[in-house]
Nanobody, 122 residues
Framework: QVQLVESGGGLVQPGGSLRLSCAAS????????MGWYRQAPGKQRELVAG???????NYADSVKGRFTISRDNAKNTVYLQMNSLKPEDTAVYYC????????????????WGQGTQVTVSS
């Protein structure tokens, strides 16, 4: 059974920092691209940051220079370090894992975590 378990969310003041973690189980972590998405009330879910199985990284323009994504394949965990947080960063943050297996093994696979709330407010 595949599980993605996020942790590290909470309430923080503007300008503060949080570190989110997503621990994966039930998958061969190293072959999956990992990403962090977020969804604010009344808005669509959006990609915040992603890291491929090969280590290539991309960020949403709104978080460049403030957020850092990293992965530890030995721990089956992906992290999102969030600095200089702003009220507009308030959202539920979701961990995503995706890969494309050979067709005989099922093709595209994608999994989501349950989400963790991040609230930036004074």
């Amino acid at each position: 059974q595949v599980q993605l378990v996020e942790s590290g969310g909470g309430l923080v003041q503007p300008g503060g920092s949080l570190r989110l973690s997503c621990a994966a189980s039930g998958i061969i972590f190293s072959i999956y691209a990992m990403g962090w998405y977020r969804q604010a009330p009344g808005k669509q879910r959006e990609l915040v940051a992603g890291v491929t199985s090969g280590g290539s990284i991309n960020y949403a323009d709104s978080v460049k220079g403030r957020f850092t994504i990293s992965r530890d394949n030995a721990k089956n965990t992906v992290y999102l370090q969030m600095n200089s947080l702003k009220p507009e960063d308030t959202a539920v943050y979701y961990c995503n894992a995706n890969t494309v297996l050979p067709t005989i093994l099922g093709g595209r696979k994608e999994y989501w975590g349950q989400g963790t709330q991040v609230t930036v407010s004074s």
